[in-house]
């Protein structure tokens, strides 16, 4: 695939019904580099390999191996509670607010319930404006009982970073990994992004997305935008070094993740982590408006591979380019996606059925003409732009299910579980949603 990668990037694309994308991979030492398709299907601009994508969550591990370095540097313990860092932090639970630390925000342990999304400004100071808004945070399970994925809890890990070098989560970034490592495509602002070659994110049918991107309250979760190759580079410092005296420690499991077939088995310190064929796999993805990166490092081998989309089905996508290239360059079958099985399994649907909500996400489970459906709404800031999906669910097994938009060649997986003290909850989408009603 290597020699013919530009040809099987232009063929997955119109597969996947991708506008533009591009690829990055380090393969015993040496850099590839891929683009194909558009960067916008209203100007028709070619991609390039020197594109900047918006790679989303991806940012998550930036902010991480800041943290890291702190307490490489003795600034900070993973174990300090926030509020020691952060005074004026709160969210609605006293006793979270007291005792939740850093490795929580980290490892999303934390239980604040995460997907608040809050413009709140351009100005230098929107971090800080949006960690005072987190104060009426409610907790979507007990601190530590879980996993749930936690935007919020990565941009309070952001306002950590701007205080205590004094300046913007953006000029800390910039100091601290950018300028180190030598990259030249990578920033966080739309003025400093308008000096590249950038992609636009596209949604339904192809269009371009209503905006650009992301409010720059998200900056420490998911508002850099770079080139694959520097991405590669960022996730090549975490094997060779040039960032942390020991990034190993950032792939420790912290939390085994309840729906082990979304993302990863576990999480670690900002990575997502994950055995194929027996490597050690560690990996973290990112979605904004009608864009989609990923970025994978399998360590024993040294292989580090980046991927953006701008649309279309980029998950299977993403997917699918994993699966092609890393059984070609190591050997690694990519597992696939759970999809139903072979031969059909009777469990009990009705012992699911119910309302799951959280801050930002209603999931209604509910048995009809013999399938669990679930209805999924998006609430809050987000909701506008995202209509509710319907999805008829098909049993893996009693506690797992999976089920597909029509026309989507991906398949979701949700599993049904219960906290120790008995509360159940379905874990979809990486995060952990309580059984309401």
């Known amino acids: 695939m290597a020699g013919t990668m530009g040809q099987r990037l232009a063929e997955l694309i119109a597969q996947y019904e991708v506008p533009g994308a591009a690829l990055a991979y380090l393969h015993q030492g040496e850099l590839h580099e ?3 398709g558009t960067l916008n299907a209203d100007t028709g601009v070619e991609a390039t390999t020197d594109s900047l994508f918006q790679i989303g969550s991806v940012s998550k591990v930036w902010t991480a191996t800041m943290l890291v370095q702190l307490a490489e540097r003795g600034t900070l313990t993973l174990d300090t509670p926030v509020v020691e860092l952060l005074p004026e932090f709160k969210v609605a639970d006293p006793e979270v607010t007291k005792t939740v630390t850093v490795r929580h925000l980290l490892s999303h342990t934390s239980g604040i319930d995460g997907d608040l999304f809050l413009d709140t400004g351009r100005g230098d100071d929107c971090v800080e404006k949006y960690v005072a808004a987190c ?3 409610k907790q979507n399970h007990p601190i530590g009982a879980t996993q749930s994925y936690c935007n919020s809890g990565f941009i309070v890990a952001g306002r950590i970073l701007e205080k205590v070098y004094g300046k913007s989560w953006d000029d800390v970034l910039r ?5 180190p490592l030598g990259l030249t ?12 070659r950038a992609a ?5 049918g192809g269009k371009t997305a209503p905006v650009w991107g992301l409010m720059r309250s998200a900056g420490p979760a998911g508002l850099i935008c770079a080139r694959p190759a520097d991405v590669v580079a960022f996730g090549r410092a975490h094997l060779e070094g040039g960032l942390l005296k020991d ?3 950032m792939w420790e499991p912290q939390v085994a993740v309840p729906n082990p077939y979304t993302l990863g088995s576990h999480w670690g310190v900002g990575w997502i982590l994950d055995e194929w064929s027996g490597h050690r796999i560690i990996s973290h993805g990112g979605n904004t408006i009608g864009q989609h990166a990923m970025l994978w490092v399998v360590p024993d081998t040294g292989t580090v591979v980046a991927v953006s989309a701008n649309g279309g089905h980029s998950g ?6 994993a699966t092609e290239l890393f059984a070609e360059l190591d050997g690694i079958e990519v597992p696939p996606v759970l999809g139903p099985p072979e031969t059909p399994v009777e469990v009990d649907l009705e012992r699911h059925a119910g309302v799951y909500e959280r801050v930002g996400a209603r999931m209604t489970m509910s048995v009809r003409e013999g399938a669990l459906w679930c209805r999924m709404e998006a609430m809050g800031a987000l909701a506008e732009m995202t209509p509710p999906i319907e999805l008829k669910t098909i049993p893996v097994d009693e506690n797992t299910f999976v089920g597909r938009e029509d026309g989507d060649p991906q398949w979701v997986s949700a599993v049904f579980y219960e906290l120790a003290d008995g509360t159940p909850y379905v874990h979809m989408g990486a995060r952990a949603t309580p059984k309401v009603s």
């Not at 100091?175 to 300028?179: A, D, F, P, S």
């Not at 299977?316 to 380019?321: L, S």
Request: proline share 5%; charged share 20%.
């Open 247 to 249: 990034p190993q420690a």
């Open 135 to 137: 104060a009426d945070l």
């Open 200 to 204: 636009m994110g596209h949604v339904e």
């Open 175 to 179: 100091e601290q990994i950018v300028e």
């Open 185 to 196: 495509h990578t920033v966080t602002l739309p003025e400093d992004v308008l000096r590249y």
């Open 316 to 321: 299977a996508f993403t997917h699918a380019v």
């Open 34 to 36: 891929f683009a194909a």
